[in-house]
């Protein structure tokens, strides 16, 4: 079993939609979680960072983290076009030393049909 | 523009040969992350530098290399090439990592 499931979609909704992606973990000792959004044939890039559980709100874009059921979801709200994208969820536990790696889903594919 | 620079973006290579992949991270960045991307497998780390050292060690295998210079710049070692070695290849830096860090547009590396 990996240690972050995510559903590689793909994912089809309309302008305007509400959307929700979603990944579990299975590692207790995670502390952080991130989203990052990857346009095709691009590096991906930062959107969201969390700590612990709870929800962290910027724009249209909400993450929330349950720790009790090991959930991670992504919110994105009044969907655009210029959403189409894949979503990567990632996470980390508390690391010693100065290590920061992050263990990522494989994605999920969204698009957003005007 | 990310500010993290991976040269070169493409490459295509023979079986058994080896590849050097470069990496300038964002000024000021000290941490540099290796992490590779395949279809099947997704992101995968590799290996972290912070300042010349090496800090962490993932999934690497014994023919791939890191290493980072005191410019900061890093670059990525992969010898005795595979098809299965075939796969998009990202840098990141970040100040401190605590945060997430920042990808570059990757190099995608194709064995033939």
């Known amino acids: 079993q990996k240690e972050v499931e995510q559903d590689p979609g793909p994912l089809s909704v309309p302008e305007g939609a509400i959307v929700s992606l979603n990944c579990t973990y299975s590692?207790?000792?995670?502390?952080?979680f991130m989203w990052y959004r990857q346009y095709s044939r691009k590096g991906p890039e930062l959107l969201m960072y969390?700590?612990?559980?709870g929800n962290k709100e910027d724009g249209r874009f909400t993450a929330q983290v349950d720790k009790s059921s090991k959930y991670i979801s992504l919110f994105i709200r009044d969907s655009q076009p210029s959403d189409s994208a894949t979503y990567l969820c990632?996470?980390?536990?508390?690391?010693?030393?100065?290590?920061?790696?992050?263990?990522f889903g494989k994605g999920t594919k969204l698009s957003v049909i005007p | 523009d990310s500010g993290v620079t991976q040269t070169p973006k493409h490459l295509i290579t023979a079986t058994g040969q080896r590849v050097t992949l470069r990496c300038s991270p964002r000024?000021?960045?000290?941490?540099v992350y290796w992490y590779q991307q395949s279809l099947d497998q997704g992101l995968q780390f590799l290996i972290q530098?912070?300042?010349?050292?090496?800090?962490a060690k993932g999934n690497i295998l014994e023919r791939f290399s890191a290493q980072q210079f005191p410019d900061l710049h890093s670059e990525l070692n992969l010898s005795s090439l595979e098809l299965g070695d075939s796969a998009l290849y990202f840098c990141?830096?970040?100040?401190?990592?605590?945060?997430?860090?920042?990808f570059g547009s990757g190099t995608r590396l194709t064995v033939v």
């Open positions: 990632a996470s980390r536990g508390d690391s010693g030393a100065g290590s920061y790696q992050l263990t």
């Open positions: 590692n207790s000792a995670f502390q952080y």
């Open positions: 969390t700590y612990s559980s």
């Open positions: 000024s000021g960045d000290l941490s």
């Open positions: 530098y912070y300042n010349g050292e090496e800090r």
């Open positions: 990141a830096s970040s100040p401190t990592g605590v945060e997430g860090y920042t």
